[in-house]
């Protein structure tokens, strides 16, 4: 030992530099995403459709066609198109809120379904830290996980009553697990891999597709290192070992591989039978301007006429929504990133795994933008997450060309330059991801609030979007199927955004047109700026005139 030795500082534990900047993230998403919170109006319309799942499963409704019996849970999992898993997690999370908030109220439930969102976003940075880690380094997992949990898509998403949090919290968990078992050869983490597999299938079906991927790198494996054909079965058979432990139960609860439309529609497809559309233009209404698409997602305006979407538009609403979700710039940081390192990360089984992952559901997503006519941003963000370290690893790359081809030493060493890159980056996202939530729906809330003391006993309540019955206080479910009825309140927005793929809107209208306002939002401003309206209509022929509403209906919506 010398006196250099002797006198140099000694070094900092590993874990300290994990938790410093864990922590720093930890405390950005957690300003962040309280900030949306507190600036939400209401949350997205499927939040409302988890909530009232959550609900049943702690108590579960009676049946519609016996109204002395109630439904058993298998029944409510049966009777819904979402899987349990994140209503089964807002439950959990609804047990101390409701306490705490004082029982089952619309508040109450729209704080549970929002922490379950931010708990997830929150759980979500240590697997992506350290899957980062793992593939590139601790500097490219700290910078990546960062700009993904500051993306304005995944900021808003995370903050609302959506699935999407937890789903990525699954999904990236499996793809975790099952990289420490490509990196150990261990088919323990192999089977827990499987495991975490089945838990993202039980938020969305796409949890799937890591499954699917793991088995292709597994596969790969017989050439990356020559694996036995022995080994791969065995591979193979503890992973799905791990997944069919957790989903069989829900598939036979069901009876077939999930209830989701599109996703039985893809099944039918890929049986030789024929791919219906999700979105049925109900209303004629203008649609949106030659290329643009309705916020959030993209779909196919001409599906109606029986026109089918095509290769070619779904190819561009896949890359004109994938660059919304990634915030335009994150793709093309990937693509440099991907090129320079290639030569050192394609015989990397942990990196061949987010590479598959990330193809797959990009595959996925064309096939139901070119069948159904449908893609959204939010279900881009597990493309985006497979990308992210890459745009993170080509930051200092970036830095390190700008210093040699451009830039003198003496203005900014590369290290500054790549802080400076990456902040400028994160800078930009956050005020773009603070937008308040869902602001322009306020009076839908006003509305249902409004609703709650003036409905009156036997009226009808018709509103499409859902918002104003639910704080209305129809948290579980509102009654359609009356006797016939003398009144009718229908919840009606004007303007531009008059929803025409919402097939109650036809019923609302129907009755809107022969009723009169008895309520309009805002309070204070003549009738005529309303932004939201509620119309009663009173009458002895509500059957007739129920009946001529359903058949101005598509016919995939006329009661069967």
Not at 273 to 282: C, D, H, M, S, V
Not at 333 to 360: E, K, M, N, T, Y
Not at 505 to 518: D, T, V
Request: hydrophobic content about 45%; proline content about 6%.
């Amino acid at each position: 030992m010398n006196d250099r030795d002797v006198l140099s500082p000694p070094a900092r534990p590993e874990w300290l530099s994990d938790c410093w900047r864990i922590g720093f993230i930890l405390l950005l998403t957690v300003a962040t995403r309280a900030w949306i919170m507190q600036h939400t109006e209401v949350l997205s319309r499927d939040s409302i459709s988890f909530i009232r799942m959550a609900l049943q499963l702690e108590d579960p409704p009676n049946d519609p066609l016996q109204p002395d019996r109630k439904l058993s849970r298998h029944e409510v999992i049966r009777g819904t198109y979402q899987p349990p898993g994140y209503p089964a997690a807002i439950l959990a999370v609804s047990w101390p809120v409701r306490s705490f908030m004082g029982g089952t109220t619309c508040d109450s439930m729209v704080m549970s379904a929002q922490l379950t969102s931010v708990l997830a976003s929150l759980l979500l940075v240590l697997p992506l830290y350290f899957l980062g880690k793992m593939v590139f380094d601790r500097q490219t997992a700290f910078v990546g996980t960062l700009i993904f949990q500051m993306l304005p898509v995944c900021m808003q998403v995370t903050s609302d009553g959506l699935s999407d949090g937890l789903f990525l919290l699954t999904s990236v968990t499996a793809i975790w697990f099952a990289a420490i078992a490509f990196r150990r050869k261990s088919l323990g983490w192999l089977f827990t891999a499987g495991l975490a597999c089945g838990l993202a299938y039980l938020v969305r079906p796409e949890g799937l597709i890591v499954f699917m991927a793991s088995g292709m790198v597994i596969l790969a494996g017989k050439f990356r290192e020559g694996a036995r054909s022995r080994t791969i079965l065995k591979q193979g058979g503890v992973l799905t070992a791990g997944l069919l432990i957790v989903m069989v139960p829900y598939v036979i609860t069901i009876g077939k591989i999930t209830n989701k439309p599109t996703g039985n529609s893809l099944l039918r497809w890929l049986e030789g039978g024929e791919l219906k559309p999700t979105w049925i233009k109900t209303m004629d209404v203008p649609p949106p301007a030659e290329g643009v698409d309705l916020p959030l997602a993209a779909w196919y305006q001409d599906a109606a006429s029986g026109k089918r979407p095509g290769a070619a538009w779904a190819c561009k609403s896949l890359s004109l929504e994938f660059l919304k979700t990634s915030l335009y710039v994150t793709p093309f940081l990937a693509a440099i990133g991907l090129s320079l390192l290639w030569s050192r990360l394609r015989g990397d089984a942990a990196f061949q795994l987010l590479l598959a992952v990330g193809l797959c559901q990009a595959l996925l997503l064309w096939f139901i933008a070119f069948g159904a006519g449908y893609v959204a941003e939010r279900h881009l963000l597990l493309v985006t997450l497979c990308s992210i370290h890459l745009a993170a690893a080509a930051i200092p790359l970036i830095a390190e060309k700008m210093v040699q081809w451009h830039l003198p030493r003496r203005i900014a060493s590369e290290q500054t330059w790549a802080i400076f890159i990456a902040v400028a980056f994160v800078t930009v996202c956050i005020p773009w991801g603070l937008k308040p939530l869902h602001a322009n729906r306020a009076g839908h809330q006003a509305a249902g609030r409004w609703l709650a003391t003036h409905e009156q006993p036997g009226d009808l309540l018709i509103d499409p979007f859902a918002w104003s019955e639910f704080y209305a206080g129809y948290m579980r479910e509102c009654p359609r199927t009356l006797p016939v009825q003398k009144s009718v309140l229908s919840v009606l927005t004007t303007g531009e955004n008059t929803h025409p793929r919402l097939h109650m809107m036809i019923i609302a209208r129907q009755f809107a047109e022969r009723g009169k306002i008895i309520y309009h939002w805002p309070e204070n401003k003549p009738v005529e700026q309303a932004k939201v309206v509620i119309y009663r209509w009173e009458g002895d022929d509500f059957n007739a005139q129920y009946t001529e509403a359903h058949k101005k209906l598509p016919n995939s919506f006329q009661p069967k």
